[in-house]
């Protein structure tokens, strides 16, 4: 969910991948908190420990931030400013 990969998702409808960082080509699937929070339950694993790792957002990055609380009313975007996740599950 991170702002770096909406962006570009919103402008023109595309993932943008490269050849490193969030959107890497090699990666083979992507994650949200309540994604991965859901795949965990579903596969009857509990969460040991989550980590949330942030990246720096540009000012240009900050005013889309803006725009998009004003669309879906929710001021609590930090999701979209998490870069990675980390989780340790447990079976």
Known sequence: MHISVIMPLLKNGLFEYQDSGILDKTHLKFFTRNSIIRLAQNLE????????????ISESQQGYLAKLSSVIGN????????LQYIFTLKK
């Open 75 to 82: 001021d609590n975007l930090k999701d979209f400013e998490v």
């Open 45 to 56: 694993l509990s969460i040991e420990e989550m980590d949330e790792k942030y990246t720096p």
